[in-house]
């Protein structure tokens, strides 16, 4: 059983970063996808980034260019980079692990955006 625990998130005015990190325990890190998703009032939960065991990512196109998925398999954690914060970005970020049938999601990190 792994267990996900967010930190980073905050208060930032629009064009300002913050840097998210995910710490995992309680399994083999380096064999899972790691994602970050996020959700904002009223709305789907919806994929902001995803990095696989090879470091490959993806991201979803409202953050290509300003976010930055990263992960450290020594020290179990992932880390989301992110630059030129918008008022839109503002939401819960979560972070998720998932291999075949595995799929753990952290509790959450709000990130807000405003002036």
């Known amino acids: 059983q792994a267990q996900l625990v967010e930190s980073g998130g905050g208060l930032v005015q629009p064009g300002g970063s913050l840097r998210l990190s995910c710490a995992a325990s309680g399994t083999i890190f380096s064999a899972f996808v790691m994602g970050w998703h996020r959700q904002a009032p009223g709305m789907q939960r919806e994929l902001v980034a995803v990095i696989d065991s090879g470091g490959r990512t993806h991201y979803a196109d409202s953050v290509k260019g300003r976010f930055a998925i990263s992960r450290d398999n020594a020290q179990s954690t992932v880390y989301l980079q992110m630059n030129s914060l918008k008022p839109e970005d503002t939401a819960v970020y979560y972070c998720?692990?998932?291999?075949?049938?595995?799929?753990?999601w952290g509790q959450g990190t709000q990130v807000t955006v405003s002036s």
């Open positions: 998720n692990a998932f291999k075949g049938p595995e799929n753990y």
